[in-house]
């Protein structure tokens, strides 16, 4: 003999047959039932409906139990008659670790396997376990160097550059790379003033980025050919100006006062061949060795259900070339008794493709490792976080190989507080785009909304039930 809970929790005694083996038991009942001791077997109702109360609306355990207390006073019945608090406590965490969330629950139908667009952002919900010593992907035995970005000049002089385009002072006394000059040249009047059809395109080229990311043209692609062929001199404006807008709207603004007659000046042809010139240097670098990154091994702090991990992780040099870029730092909240939280991956449609726990706060290198790690030659041609500038440089100067046909963007949100990094970092620049301009940026953020529920539940969870938690969560929203 032994008890029987009931879909409301109720208890009554009931008969069953238990055959046993070497290596398991066997249980035989009339109707299908979770059984997890000898002592007592649940209704799958009874689990399964908090399972949808707790993805759904964030129903802590004991909430949910009050509500079966509820339910037998008002049956008339007595709470003795209920399963206690505590055995309903235990099973469920027997049931949830158990519990095998299929990979098609995550990932898009319309986006694939590997989406051309991916929104990441972190999400502060942490949990009060120690992460610390849990094992992360391995890192390989080798340093690879950072390679630095190519940039117009130095800091100081791009600073004192945009503060003569607004008016401030006399020309700068410096030498720039001879297109660059040229353009210059023909920029300036017989009374040392910028003419003001040029304004666009000198800030456009003196912005606080590396020059790949001025243009994020990228090394192949539709884009690639479009912007070789201004370069080149064969674009047609007069047929392909529309298009180009689409691609190109940064550049496109700071080169359009400059057309007559479909017709654009050479010096602008050279100064944008010269600076992907100086991106090819970059961009196309070999890849490094495979072998020289660390193994495979999966880690518990990661749920990617449709990307196994391709390969390990590697340390690189310090990178000397952060020190260039000033823009938009992101202000993040910390809370010493809990984990960082999540980095949470989605497409815009709202569709997740799975997480990482943080083990320390947010950062760049947390995307960069996701991407680097799982994605391999499936690299996105979009990738949309509130602080792209930075994970931008980051990336490049790390694997240019790897992420230079990506464009990296700052969601519309958070665009705003972006103050000199080019405007070809930003989602926002690219409206024109009926593609772009229905990307959901805020995928992610909408997602967090959702996931607050469980900030009161999610705290005091073992690391295993706080993933199969959130795995819980993410596919049934």
Known sequence: ECMLADERGLLSKVTITVESSTCCKHIIFPSRVFCLSDSLIL????????????????????????SLVDYAKE????????????????????????????????????????????????????????????????NGKYTF????????????????????????????????????????????????????????????????????????????????????????????????????????PV???????????????????????????????????????????????????ECFPLWPLERGLTSYTKDQQGDQLECAEKVIGENRKLSPGLMLVMCPHRRPYGFRVLKTPESV????????????????????????????????????SRFGSVRFLVDRFHSHNHKSCSHSLRLRSYESDPLMACINSQSCEQTNSLLRHLGNSLPFMSLARYIKTIQLSLSRN
């Open 43 to 66: 209704a799958p109702a009874l689990l399964k409906f908090y399972e949808s109360l707790l993805a759904m609306n964030g129903t802590t355990l004991s909430g949910y139990w009050r």
């Open 75 to 138: 049956s008339t019945r007595s709470t003795d008659d209920l399963i206690s608090l505590s055995s309903l406590s235990r099973e469920w965490n027997l049931y949830i670790l158990k519990m095998e969330i299929p990979p098609e629950k995550f990932g898009c139908q319309e986006c694939g396997r590997y989406p051309p667009v991916l929104v990441f952002d972190g999400i502060q919900m942490g949990i009060r376990s120690s992460i610390a010593n849990e094992s992360s992907v391995p």
């Open 145 to 248: 160097p950072v390679t630095p970005l190519p940039y117009l000049g130095k800091l100081p002089e791009r600073r004192s550059m945009l503060s003569f385009l607004d008016g401030g002072g006399d020309r700068p006394n410096i030498n720039w790379p001879i297109p660059i000059m040229d353009l210059l040249n023909e920029a300036i009047d017989t009374e040392g003033k910028v003419k003001t059809q040029y304004k666009p395109l000198l800030k456009m080229l003196f912005a606080n980025s590396p020059l790949p990311l001025i243009h994020q043209a990228g090394t192949r692609g539709r884009r690639r050919e479009i912007i070789d062929r201004l370069t080149s001199g064969k674009l047609n404006w007069k047929d392909e100006e529309l298009e180009f807008q689409r691609q190109f």
């Open 251 to 301: 550049i496109y603004g700071g080169i359009r006062p400059l057309i007559v007659n479909d017709q654009y000046p050479e010096t602008i042809r050279k100064s944008l061949k010269f600076m992907m010139e100086q991106s090819d240097l970059l961009l196309r670098e070999y890849p490094h060795i495979e072998d020289r990154y660390g193994p495979p091994e999966e880690s518990k702090l």
């Open 365 to 400: 290198k947390d995307v960069f490792q996701i991407m680097l790690t799982r994605l391999g030659a499936n690299m996105p041609q979009t990738i949309v976080y509130d602080n792209s500038c930075r994970l931008a440089v980051y990336c490049l100067a790390r694997e240019a």
